[in-house]
């Protein structure tokens, strides 16, 4: 009997692995595409996207208007809020133009927040999601990035973040309802050879002073999109987005601390040697 459990065990163990490495995203959020709430289940939520102007932010606005969200568009560049505010009425023929709303909105300019929000609410009442996807990223070896660039990182993707929360979470508590959804970062987990500022910010979306380059293997903005409104519909706390080679090393980051730590550093070293040849593709 025991030695069935064991091979039980093994067994189980195996798939597990298999599942993981033919993912992108973790096991519990694969649980949910398949068995729980669909992003339909969003209909008729107010929800705030920053950095809306592209990438994520911006798949991510057309799939909840797709499924009849209320959107504030947030980010500085008010002439791409309107492109995706007239690509999304013109996907979904059943929003009005009423049902979106662009606030340009500047996250270093702290002073401006609570402004923001009352404006939001005259408009829609209320807010019942923010999305605070906003951000920056950085390439570089930690020892030659300027205390400037720190402070760039910590700013927008940290206090930016904070203060325009804080300006929204007496409503949430008000009304009795509400979430905070974060877009973050692997890096935010697990962190990397040249991407010190990043990681230790934790918050990203936009890539500074670093081309992102088309055979680079990432996961595409929509498919994030849907996965982030998947987690948003079943009030997920944490779910990790991520292809492989990433994903497995953050679950054996999780579970084999020690052990994953001296692998990393070994792959680390490998990371600075192509920072210092002037490489600036790392995956």
Known sequence: MFDLLVVF???????QIIRILLSDCDLHLQWYCKFGETPASLKGKVVWITGASSGIGEALAYKLSSV???????ARREDRL?????????????????????????????????????????YFKKIDVLVNNAGRSQRALWEKTSLEVDKAML??????????????????????YGRIVITSSLAGKLGAPGLGSYSGSKHALHTLGVEMKP??????AERCAYL???????????????GNPELF????????????????????????KKLQSGMTNLH
Not at 9 to 15: P, R, S
Not at 68 to 74: A, P, R
Not at 229 to 241: P, R
């Open 215 to 220: 055979t680079e293997k990432r996961m595409t």
């Open 68 to 74: 009849g969200c209320k959107l504030i568009l947030s």
């Open 228 to 242: 982030m409104s998947v987690a948003m519909a079943n009030d997920l706390d944490e779910v990790w987005l991520s």
């Open 9 to 15: 065990g093994v067994a189980l163990l195996f798939i």
């Open 155 to 176: 700013n927008v993707n940290v206090l930016g973040l904070l203060s325009l929360t804080k300006c929204i979470l007496p409503q949430m508590i008000k009304q009795n």
């Open 249 to 272: 090393f953050l679950y054996l980051y999780q579970y084999f601390p020690t052990i994953t730590r001296r692998l990393g550093r070994r792959i680390g070293a490998k990371r600075v």
């Open 82 to 122: 309107k492109q995706v505010k007239d690509h999304c009425l013109k996907q979904n023929p059943g929003i009005g133009t009423g049902d979106i709303f662009i606030l340009p909105l500047d996250l270093l300019d702290f002073g401006s927040h609570a402004n923001a929000v009352e404006v939001v609410l005259k």
